[in-house]
């Protein structure tokens, strides 16, 4: 899946996509906000339905990379839940990169009888 937000028919503001790297694990590539749509919670609701979209596919788990100097994003990041791994790509420059991942607690099922609160 990819996103883009728009405000009406203009340019696009903000993107985001995810897609599946193995049976359990997905990955977010391309969030970007541009710079005068910064601080709306853009990047915040696109990850948001990014996350809802990979839950109903079966990953269990989303990693996704940054840049160190992307404080934003790390912030972001951070606050929605993921948190630092090593990388998952050969070759990334722990320098410069840092790869986070956030683990979906699986909803225990209902029990034959209970009823969904």
Known sequence: MFLLARLGRGPALACGGWRTLNTSAAEIKRMYVVPPARGQGLGRRILAALEQDVLGRGPIE?????????????GLYTACGYEPIRSYVPGRNPEINRALRKVFRQQPASQPGSTAR
């Open 62 to 74: 989303v990693l996704l990379e940054t840049g160190i100097r992307n404080v934003a994003a790390l």
